[in-house]
């Protein structure tokens, strides 16, 4: 007789999306790592930075001084009004605190986005390569994601043709990242450009523009498609702090948008989770409008791994990709092992390339199958240089026994 926990039936809603394969593989890292194996951890997309102190402080005097009341949904209004500071010093726009929604995170304020924005059946545009919870959410939402696969030649950027070719009556939002995770990629104000052009001609589109690797970028300023005034109604900045300030735990994001997806998106938020972390939201003030040298300083560190982990990719034939211009990610092409083995394992698709190279590497990375490249794998640099180097190292010598 089955008992009622083997035979409950759980919401369909649950069969419509997956697991994330990041946080997936962090786990297998770590349950490996119990067993005593000495795993290097590749996977995640974390700063291995701790918070800059003046940010610490902040939190512990907002404890000493009782912020530890229910916050207002959208957030703290001097905090909304801090993220409007930043993204007019940062980014030249110009957004009231009645446009910025505060939350548990950039995750929470893509849910929120897409939630209020997508209803059943219409359709999101992804660029693929995504960070992997795009195309989940849009099945959350019961949206349809087209993903639009594009070329490593092109930096895994999206062409203006392209997107135009993919847009269907049925088109409701355009959701990409730049700098982008996995690829890296970051859009020039040029390319950006080109693609408002497109955008012009179909006003029904909505487009999410996920900036949450902002400041870390290597060849020059950042660009936002929501400086086009002609589409600025129509676009949605999700950003947060983790990246960019090593503060991934603290947990909080925000968007800023025109005023009645702002609303919609508070709407949602009141009812799953209110407002973000009170005392997250005193040290994110001071995150935002205070010294930057400390965030300026890790791009610096991450540049200086990312030329180092490149020239380590260099030394393992039948890898190659694009540089990375930003984020904290290299996505080699690895493809050329698929059909090989070990005498023990065969590798058939970057699924069991990661595997492998967990289980006989202990180096932990990320399929390129779920961020919709299924011929990459992602590996993250935002590790120590000693740690980048000897997982390069093991992933060398895995790899030159498949024949």
């Not at 939002?173 to 012009?200: H, Q, R």
């Not at 009141?270 to 890790?298: C, H, K, V, W, Y």
């Not at 540049?303 to 694009?322: W, Y």
């Not at 059909?339 to 065969?346: A, I």
């Amino acid at each position: 007789m089955q008992t009622l926990v083997e035979s409950v039936q759980l919401s369909s809603l649950l069969e419509r999306f997956a697991e994330p394969e990041t946080l997936k593989m962090a786990k297998l890292g770590r349950e490996l790592r119990a067993k005593g194996a000495d795993v290097i951890d590749l996977s995640l997309g974390e700063p291995d930075f701790d918070t800059p102190q003046h940010i610490k402080d902040a939190a512990k005097k907002a404890i000493d001084d009782n912020w530890s009341h229910y916050p207002p949904v959208a957030g703290y209004p001097d905090l909304r009004e801090a993220i409007c500071k930043k993204l007019k010093r940062d980014n030249d726009l110009d957004y009231k605190p009645e446009n910025i929604v505060v939350s548990t995170g950039a995750k929470q304020s893509l849910a929120n986005a897409i939630l209020a924005l997508v209803d059943d059946g219409e359709e999101v545009i992804i660029p693929a390569p995504y960070w992997v919870t795009y195309s989940e959410l849009v099945k959350i939402a019961r949206g349809v994601p087209v993903i639009v696969r594009t070329a490593m030649e092109n930096k895994y950027k999206i062409t203006p043709e392209q997107l135009e070719d993919c847009i269907t009556e049925r088109s409701k939002v355009f959701l990409f990242s730049s700098p982008c995770n996995p690829s890296g990629t970051v859009y020039t104000k040029d390319e950006l450009a080109a693609l408002v052009e497109v955008f012009k001609n179909h006003p029904g589109i909505f487009i999410i523009s996920d900036e949450i690797y902002e400041y870390i970028n290597f060849i020059g300023k950042h660009e936002s498609i929501a400086q086009f005034d002609e589409i600025k109604d129509r676009v949605i900045i999700v950003n947060g702090l983790s990246k960019g300030f090593a503060m991934t735990g603290y947990r909080l994001g925000y968007i800023a948008s025109n005023a009645v997806v702002a609303k919609g998106c508070e709407k949602l938020q009141g009812q799953f989770t209110s407002g973000a972390n009170s005392i997250t939201q005193r040290a994110a003030i001071t995150a935002l409008t205070t010294d930057l040298r400390p965030s300026m300083e890790m791009t610096k560190e991450f540049t200086r791994r990312r030329e180092r982990i490149l020239q380590l990719l260099k030394d393992i034939p039948g890898t190659h990709g694009a540089e990375p211009d930003g984020a904290f990610y290299i996505f080699p092409v690895v493809k050329s092992f698929f059909g090989k083995s070990d005498g023990q394992e065969t590798i058939n698709n970057a699924d069991d390339m990661c595997m492998y190279l967990l289980n006989k590497a202990n180096v932990s990375t990320v399929t390129g199958r779920a961020f919709g490249e299924p011929d990459c794998i992602r590996i993250s640099f935002a590790n120590s240089m000693d740690k980048i180097e000897m997982a390069m190292a093991r992933i060398k010598e895995a790899l030159e026994k498949l024949k």
